[in-house]
């Protein structure tokens, strides 16, 4: 049995929507997922088919950086866009003007803004106001990346300490 070619996705922040052409307008062949709601014909003879993401990870609120990131890591991989969380900005160069470069840099700016707001629509409010102003969804993973990894770090040192401290004494912790 044949399947469909995926034609275009499109990605909305509870879902991603996947259109596959159909026969004709009246005809609805597409194989929809089990975990589908529903499944629309657009005029244009496509059959509109929303694709499941999973649930969304809970609110960042400062703990436990490490774990919420790679959920956030994964989550954007299964919407293609973890990689704007490492590549610089598309720029045009000096004079260039073709409209495929245009396009491609529009494009780029587009996917970089879905993934910055993933990102911050899942941070708790008080994160939310401090990290708004980032521009890129680089520069906001860094940013979060170098204050939480480093705070980690130093209480797993601490934790350790104690730790250790407790382990040479043999008296508990002090």
């Known amino acids: 049995m ?6 275009e996705v499109v990605a ?10 159909s026969p004709s307008v009246n005809q609805t062949v597409a194989q929809v997922p089990s975990f589908a709601a529903t499944q629309t014909v657009a005029p244009t003879g496509h059959v509109t088919v929303p ?27 299964t919407l293609n866009l973890a990689r704007f969380l490492t590549e610089d900005a598309l720029k045009l160069k000096q004079g260039e003007g073709d409209i ?12 970089d ?11 708790a409010d008080s994160l939310y106001n401090v990290y ?8 906001l ?8 990894k480093t705070e980690d770090a130093g209480a797993k040192k601490f934790i350790v300490g104690r730790f250790l401290d407790y382990s040479c004494r043999g008296d508990g912790f002090k």
Request: charged share 20%.
């Open 2 to 7: 044949a399947t469909d070619p995926i034609t």
């Open 132 to 139: 708004s102003t980032m521009k890129t969804a680089k520069e």
């Open 51 to 77: 694709i499941n993401h999973g649930e969304k990870s809970e609110k960042f609120n400062g703990l436990n950086f490490k774990r919420w990131q790679q959920k956030i890591l994964f989550y954007l991989t």
């Open 141 to 148: 993973w860094e940013s979060l990346d170098r204050k939480y």
């Open 100 to 111: 495929q470069a245009v396009n491609a840099v529009e494009a780029w700016k587009h996917s």
């Open 12 to 21: 909305t922040q509870n879902q991603t929507v996947a259109t596959v052409p």
């Open 113 to 123: 803004f879905l993934c910055r707001n993933y990102v911050m629509n899942i941070l």
